[in-house]
């Protein structure tokens, strides 16, 4: 990848702004906003009503956290993709590496290749059942730029800084005690009203006992016997806290 991703970058060593810069200059980011500025051209050229644009958009934005929650807690954290040579390898990129270091930020962006399809199958159907093609376009449109905002949210959590507006910083808390304490709960990003409604939502204190997965999310040496190919691209199964690993 051309300019500054010709190396890798650390949230927890980058600067809110030096994030910004990188942040736009990822292609799947670039990819998206590009996407996005097609399907508006799309539904300038094929305006649906502005009740049926409205409620296309509404709906991309409003779907896409119960999206999130359901791909994030039965497909990232499923017992499932790390059995198959077909998914290990999907799974290790998508997610067994980000919760392996959190902090590394081409890892941390969802790859173009797993996240498209969810978004164009949650968004098209339904945008071209309320306006025909400019509604499809609304639809995609609102889908692509509501990734783009999750995605710099979930930057921003693994920023090494503290937010001084209440919310954002109970959101990171959340999220950090996903990644740090136990994962099989807190699997919003920005929105957790789908964990209160499926039980998953906890504030840290209510699980005084630390998972003893959160890093390798069940992929244990003894399920690296059975089934090795996480373990062979990995060299081995990573236990620890990863700054620690990182110190030694």
Same mark, same amino acid.
């Given at each position: 990848?051309?300019?500054?991703?010709?190396?890798?970058?650390y949230?927890?060593?980058m600067?809110?702004?030096q994030?910004?810069?990188?942040?736009?200059?990822?292609?799947?980011?670039?990819a998206?906003?590009?996407?996005?500025?097609?399907?508006a051209v799309?539904?300038?050229?094929?305006p649906?009503t502005l009740i049926?644009g409205l409620?296309?958009a509404g709906f991309?934005?409003?779907?896409?956290?119960?999206?999130?929650?359901?791909?994030?807690r039965y497909?990232?954290h499923?017992q499932w993709?790390?059995?198959?040579p077909?998914?290990?390898k999907?799974?290790?990129?998508?997610?067994?590496d980000h919760h392996?270091d959190?902090n590394?930020?081409? /890892?941390?962006?969802?790859a173009?290749y797993t996240?498209l399809?969810?978004?164009?199958?949650m968004?098209l159907?339904?945008?071209?059942?309320?306006?025909?093609?400019?509604g499809?376009a609304?639809?995609l449109?609102?889908?692509?730029?509501?990734?783009?905002f999750?995605?710099?949210?979930?930057? /921003?959590?693994?920023?090494?800084y503290?937010p001084?507006?209440?919310?954002?910083a109970?959101m990171?808390?959340r999220?950090m005690a996903?990644?740090?304490?136990?994962?099989?709960?807190?699997?919003g990003?920005t929105n957790?009203a789908?964990?209160?409604?499926?039980g998953?939502f906890?504030?840290r204190?209510q699980?005084p006992?630390?998972?003893?997965?959160?890093?390798n999310l069940?992929y244990?040496?003894e399920?690296?016997?059975?089934?090795p190919?996480?373990s062979?691209?990995?060299?081995?199964?990573a236990?620890?806290h990863?700054?620690?690993r990182?110190?030694?």
């Amino acid at each position: 990848m051309p300019g500054i991703w010709k190396r890798s970058h650390y949230l927890n060593k980058m600067s809110l702004r030096q994030l910004v810069v990188a942040y736009f200059q990822y292609y799947a980011i670039q990819a998206y906003l590009a996407l996005a500025v097609v399907a508006a051209v799309v539904a300038v050229m094929y305006p649906p009503t502005l009740i049926q644009g409205l409620v296309a958009a509404g709906f991309a934005v409003l779907v896409y956290p119960l999206v999130w929650y359901g791909l994030h807690r039965y497909v990232l954290h499923g017992q499932w993709m790390f059995k198959s040579p077909l998914t290990a390898k999907t799974w290790k990129r998508v997610h067994y590496d980000h919760h392996q270091d959190p902090n590394h930020l081409e /890892i941390l962006f969802g790859a173009l290749y797993t996240t498209l399809p969810p978004i164009v199958l949650m968004t098209l159907p339904f945008g071209w059942l309320v306006g025909g093609v400019g509604g499809a376009a609304i639809a995609l449109c609102a889908g692509l730029l509501t990734t783009c905002f999750y995605e710099f949210c979930h930057c /921003i959590q693994h920023l090494s800084y503290k937010p001084k507006n209440k919310v954002l910083a109970l959101m990171k808390a959340r999220h950090m005690a996903h990644h740090f304490h136990d994962e099989s709960g807190n699997f919003g990003i920005t929105n957790f009203a789908w964990d209160k409604a499926f039980g998953t939502f906890y504030e840290r204190e209510q699980r005084p006992v630390k998972s003893a997965t959160v890093f390798n999310l069940g992929y244990t040496d003894e399920v690296a016997q059975v089934y090795p190919w996480v373990s062979e691209m990995s060299g081995g199964v990573a236990k620890g806290h990863p700054r620690q690993r990182k110190a030694a």
